[in-house]
């Protein structure tokens, strides 16, 4: 296998890897944001309308799919997958149990980071007549935007370790094609390549991540 051969066979899987991660933390975040949400504002101690009972029921959810090992996860959404996009292996079918898997981290960094506004600017905007949803879009998300980045630019980090993991069962990507050449095949070239593509692309969303949430906390 010469140079060109072996460029083309990373930069295939590092755009499968690229169409994976993107889309999943797209998905990830519509299912998990207003999770995040809810679980901040039902808080029994310090929600702004506190429901102790929907908070527990969502919390135990949120809890009972983060303990599942990823791998297990995903040949347990095979069904799934095949339903919704006709396969369960491959690119596409494995952005279905990524996005599952990533929307309970969501939530829960959702959570933590709007529960860290000042309760402060809460009662104040409650005082001024505010009502719970204006609380949500103008106190809650603006304050917490650092926060927020900072805790998206974790996801995609972790959602690129969960799509490597997932070429060990056909997920397509940079991790499918370390096992299939860097280990059945014993190719270590291909699979140092494939190891350095990840750990670039873990460097450089870290970097723009930081670099935007250190924005944001500048302009508060």
């Known amino acids: 296998m010469n140079v060109s051969q072996i460029v083309n066979l990373v930069g295939t899987a590092s755009l499968q890897t690229l169409q994976m991660v993107f889309l999943s933390t797209i998905f990830s975040l519509v299912l998990g944001f207003p999770l995040g949400i809810l679980l901040c504002i039902t808080d029994p101690l310090t929600g702004i309308t506190p429901k102790p009972v929907l908070n527990q029921?969502?919390?135990?959810?949120?809890?009972v799919l983060r303990s599942f090992p990823f791998i297990i996860l995903?040949?347990?959404l095979f069904p799934l997958s095949r339903i919704l996009v006709g396969t369960s292996i491959g690119t596409?079918?494995?952005i279905v149990p990524l996005s599952i898997a990533a929307a309970?981290?969501?939530a829960r960094i959702i959570e933590t980071a709007l529960k860290e506004v000042d309760q402060g600017l809460i009662q104040?905007?409650?005082?001024m007549g505010s009502t719970n949803?204006?609380?949500i879009?103008?106190?809650?998300i603006p304050e917490s935007l650092p926060s927020l980045v900072s805790g998206i630019t974790l996801t995609i980090i972790n959602l690129i370790g969960y799509s490597a993991m997932a070429g060990a069962i056909g997920g397509g990507g940079l991790g499918d094609l370390a096992i299939r050449y860097g280990y059945q095949r014993f190719r270590s070239d291909i699979m140092f390549w494939a190891v350095i593509v990840i750990l670039v692309l873990v460097e450089i969303i870290q970097l723009i991540g930081t670099k935007i949430a250190n924005k944001l906390m500048s302009k508060r």
């Open 57 to 63: 029921v969502l919390s135990r959810i949120v809890n």
């Open 74 to 76: 995903m040949i347990l």
């Open 92 to 94: 596409t079918a494995t």
């Open 104 to 106: 309970p981290f969501v």
């Open 124 to 127: 104040a905007a409650r005082a």
């Open 133 to 135: 949803w204006q609380i």
């Open 137 to 140: 879009v103008k106190v809650l």
